[in-house]
Nanobody
Framework: QVQLVESGGGLVQAGGSLRISCAAS????????MGWFRQGPGKEREFVAA???????YIGDSVKGRFTISRDNAKNTVYLQMNSLKPEDTAVYYC??????????????????WGQGTQVTVSS
């Protein structure tokens, strides 16, 4: 089992920055690809970013150039740095871990461990 706890969400003005974190406990964190997803009001869950255990990453088109994902395996933590935030970035952000394989994917159903989410609100 892997437990994931997100933190760092909050209210920020458009154009601002925020870094959210996801702390993992349980089975070896460093073995799993990690992903960030988000779900805005009335929207489906959307892929944001993912990183493999050795640092390869993939960023979703809607946030490419503004968001970066990183991980610190020693601290069992994955981060999402969000810059140039827009009101449409408002959502609950979830981190997820994928134990089924080492390949990072963009499909939420491929990830079998999820955090409870952290709210990010961007005001215009």
């Amino acid at each position: 089992q892997v437990q994931l706890v997100e933190s760092g969400g909050g209210l920020v003005q458009a154009g601002g920055s925020l870094r959210i974190s996801c702390a993992a406990s349980g089975r070896p964190f460093s073995s799993y690809p990690m992903g960030w997803f988000r779900q805005g009001p009335g929207k489906e869950r959307e892929f944001v970013a993912a990183m493999s255990r050795i640092g390869g990453n993939y960023i979703g088109d809607s946030v490419k150039g503004r968001f970066t994902i990183s991980r610190d395996n020693a601290k069992n933590t994955v981060y999402l740095q969000m810059n140039s935030l827009k009101p449409e970035d408002t959502a609950v952000y979830y981190c997820a871990a994928k134990s089924s394989s080492l390949i990072i994917t963009t499909t939420a159903s491929d990830y079998n461990y999820w955090g409870q989410g952290t709210q990010v609100t961007v005001s215009s």
